[in-house]
């Protein structure tokens, strides 16, 4: 058992120091996570760490690939109306 992490990553950070298994890397401009290392916190903490600090949605997958902050629940914001919108070239928020 194992999570990835997926390009919706920023690199933030945050999640690096909070692992109590080392199994968080930088990789380019995202992280990624050490399949050997990550023991989903099982049997060391209630929450998995790196997807309780994540500030950003469908950062982080489960195995199947569902994502454990989905669309909506960190934001608020609809997931359909987060997969309607569209960045312009422009800078401005298209719906
Ligand atoms: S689920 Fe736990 S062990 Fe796995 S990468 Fe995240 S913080 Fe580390
Ligand atoms: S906390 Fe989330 S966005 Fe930040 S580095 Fe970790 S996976 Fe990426």
Redesign the pocket.
Known sequence: M??RIDTPCTGCWA?LP????D??RPHGTIFT?KVS?????DG??DD????SICPVEEAILDESGRPLNPLGSLTGIPAAVQRSARWVSGGRLSL
């Not at 909070?18 to 298994?21: D, G, H, I, K, R």
């Not at 290392?37 to 916190?41: D, L």
């Open positions: 194992a999570y999640c909070l692992c109590p298994n199994a968080i996570i290392h990550c023991t989903e916190c060391e903490f998995p760490q790196c997807v």
